[in-house]
């Protein structure tokens, strides 16, 4: 049964109970996606901003993608804003070198994965976001460009600098 | 290490270089090891990112959240205790209540004179309901066809009566032959606040009532 379509149309005619289903499904993700695109001591705060926020928009979802998708778009569009409010960015798109030299240090277990997470913290803003929304989101270039604002190119860019910077840290 | 070649390497893992320049790295990667060993560490880099672990926030959220859209979690638990109470003759009897005592009033009012407004004059307030049905309409079609093999597993294994089978079936005909009652009023006058918002409740209990059948029917299969 395509429960989450129901729980979609039912949590669209105001069905809490609805709502809570679908947030007891998507919350992972989200929460995971915030705290890895912003300070992690935000992320509880964020997350209860995007569901907030998916509530409130939740009658122009249309059905053309499936829920997942749309919710987790919408999370990144709060999580953007919410870093221009939090202040204090740092240049987000660096050059090369200073992409590869920024994520240093040996970890303990390479393989482990929360030292891997460690790496992808250490990567500079651009490419962190890029990194994350590519090949942990799985959003297209094109999707990132207009999130972001950036061109196509500068994602492709970006996300290559990323992978090889976390290539060299697993190497390690 | 930044030849042309090790550029390119993201891209062609992604499957976004076009047919000659993917051939050109083939060909590239076919005699040069450094490349060939730089892809595979990309490829699990990439592997890597796919596997990261998603972990629920170790605080619950949902409080905070009900609060802020006026959803009483207080009220949320008691609709749960309830639901869970639920027996097929309750949802049935429920279900058949709720449609015939609206029934009525969509016979009535679609014998009344039509409202000859324009349809372009239509609030989007008031076509809200229409585009939910929509939505609802096709989520619907997947939860019975759903519901149909849960049913049909749960007779075939003995577990589930024919009557209480035949009975949750009755119960959806009757639930659709109340759309369908009110789709044609709906035609005779499009622009009535009543149709439309009986129609959209009517498609929000048949989604109800799918969902509790569908639990029940599987519950005991």
């Known amino acids: 049964m395509d429960a989450e379509a129901a729980d979609v149309a039912l949590a669209q005619s105001g069905d809490g109970s609805a709502f809570e289903r679908l947030y007891r499904t998507h919350v992972p993700r989200v929460h995971g996606l915030v705290r890895r695109m912003l300070d992690p001591g935000h992320a509880d705060d964020i997350t209860q901003d995007v569901f907030v926020r998916a509530w409130e928009k939740l009658h122009t979802f249309r059905g053309e993608a499936a829920f997942g998708t749309w919710l987790h778009r919408l999370a990144v569009n709060v999580i953007l804003a919410r870093r221009k409010t939090l202040g204090g960015e740092r240049r987000r ?60 190119g500068t994602s492709k860019s970006q996300l290559h600098h990323a992978r090889m910077a976390l290539r060299k840290y697993l190497d390690r | 290490m930044n030849d042309q070649w090790t550029d390119r390497l993201s891209e062609y893992l992604d499957d976004e270089l076009d047919q000659p320049q993917r051939a050109a790295l083939e060909a590239h990667l076919a005699g040069c090891e450094v490349c060939t060993q730089t892809l595979a560490e990309l490829r699990r880099v990439v592997g890597r990112a796919q596997g990261l672990d998603d972990r629920p926030p170790a605080t619950d959220l949902w409080p905070g959240i009900a609060t802020r ?47 000859s407004a324009p349809v372009t004059s239509v609030p989007s307030s008031q076509a809200r309901p ?92």
């Open chain 2, 130 to 221: 229409v585009k939910w049905v929509a939505r609802a309409d096709s989520s619907g079609d997947h939860a019975v066809e759903e519901l149909r093999l849960a049913l049909q597993e749960g007779q075939r294994a003995g577990r589930l009566s024919p009557i209480t089978v035949r009975k949750i079936e009755h119960s959806l005909a009757v639930i659709d032959s109340a759309i369908a009652e009110a789709r044609r009023a709906l035609e005779v006058d499009p622009n009535s606040d009543y149709l439309n918002s009986h129609l959209a409740d009517t498609m929000r209990l048949k989604m109800q009532f799918l969902r509790e059948a569908n639990r029940i029917a599987t519950a005991q299969t």
């Open chain 1, 93 to 152: 798109f660096h050059e090369d070198g200073e992409i590869l030299e920024s994520v240093s240090g040996r970890a303990a277990a390479p393989e482990h994965g929360v030292d891997f997470e460690a790496a992808i913290n250490r990567l500079p803003d651009g490419a962190r976001q890029v990194f994350l929304l590519h090949d942990v989101q799985g959003f297209r270039h094109e999707e990132i460009a207009q999130m972001l604002g950036i061109v196509p």
């Open chain 2, 69 to 115: 859209i006026g959803v009483s979690t207080d009220d949320l638990a008691r609709r749960r205790v309830r639901r869970i109470s639920f027996t097929v003759p309750q949802l049935i009897a429920a279900s058949i209540v709720l449609v015939a005592a609206s029934a009525g009033v969509v016979w009535m009012l679609s014998r009344q004179e039509p409202v």
